[in-house]
């Protein structure tokens, strides 16, 4: 969300702050189920929310670029992470641990408004794209997904199993669908 450009972890009062310099791509920032005292901010680069299946298969649900903020989630609902964070492209981090969460919320009250307003907007990007896979063609849904995330993060090279994560499809439906597109657009 953009307006957490507008809000640096500087700004925090009640908390400890932590550089995390260079993480490295598919560094994992913190696993699904592992217990949350912190949260995140990215000075540079590029990160990718997963959530891993019982059975081992990742899905791509969100991603998050410099300036924004992640991980927060369980300071509103849950002690433990929902999904694990890993880098998608080399990441500055800077992790924010509460003192206490009574204490944080209160005191940074404008942080907490940014807060629920960017978690509003995932979950209204998430009821959309769920609501697409339900009634969206796998064509369609591969070259939104392609079209979305060469937009919005065209310095990253998206690899097909992220493209078929993304778009809630297998990897082998979403190289066959490239590949298609790829011989239409020639």
Same mark, same amino acid.
């Given at each position: 969300?953009?307006?957490?450009?507008?809000?640096?972890?500087? $700004?925090?009062?009640?908390c400890?702050?932590? /550089?995390?310099? $260079?993480? %490295?791509? !598919? =560094?994992?920032?913190?696993? $699904?189920? %592992?217990? =949350?005292?912190?949260?995140?901010?990215?000075?540079?680069?590029?990160?990718?929310?997963?959530?891993?299946?019982?059975?081992? +298969?990742?899905?791509?649900?969100?991603?998050?670029?410099? &300036?924004?903020?992640?991980?927060?989630?369980t300071l509103?609902?849950?002690? @433990?992470?929902?999904?694990? =964070?890993?880098?998608?492209?080399?990441?500055?981090?800077?992790?924010?641990?509460?003192?206490?969460?009574?204490?944080?919320?209160?005191?940074?009250?404008?942080?907490?408004?940014?807060?629920?307003?960017?978690?509003?907007?995932?979950?209204?990007?998430?009821? @959309?794209?769920?609501?697409?896979?339900?009634?969206?063609?796998?064509?369609?849904?591969?070259?939104?997904?392609? /079209?979305?995330?060469?937009?919005?993060?065209?310095?990253?090279?998206?690899?097909?199993? %992220?493209?078929?994560?993304? !778009? &809630?499809?297998?990897?082998?439906?979403?190289?066959?669908? !490239? $590949? +298609?597109?790829? @011989?239409?657009?020639?």
């Amino acid at each position: 969300m953009d307006s957490s450009l507008n809000f640096f972890p500087t $700004q925090l009062q009640h908390c400890q702050l932590t /550089s995390l310099h $260079q993480q %490295e791509k !598919s =560094a994992v920032i913190y696993t $699904q189920g %592992e217990c =949350a005292n912190e949260f995140y901010f990215i000075k540079s680069g590029l990160v990718g929310l997963f959530h891993i299946l019982e059975n081992g +298969k990742e899905s791509l649900l969100r991603i998050y670029h410099t &300036g924004e903020y992640f991980g927060f989630r369980t300071l509103f609902n849950n002690d @433990h992470y929902h999904c694990t =964070a890993k880098v998608l492209q080399a990441t500055e981090l800077v992790k924010i641990k509460p003192n206490t969460l009574p204490h944080f919320l209160v005191g940074n009250p404008e942080f907490t408004h940014l807060l629920l307003k960017q978690l509003a907007a995932e979950l209204q990007d998430a009821e @959309h794209r769920l609501a697409k896979i339900s009634y969206t063609r796998s064509l369609d849904r591969v070259a939104d997904s392609i /079209s979305y995330l060469t937009l919005h993060y065209p310095d990253y090279p998206w690899t097909y199993r %992220e493209i078929a994560e993304f !778009s &809630g499809c297998e990897t082998e439906t979403a190289i066959r669908i !490239s $590949q +298609k597109l790829k @011989h239409q657009m020639s």
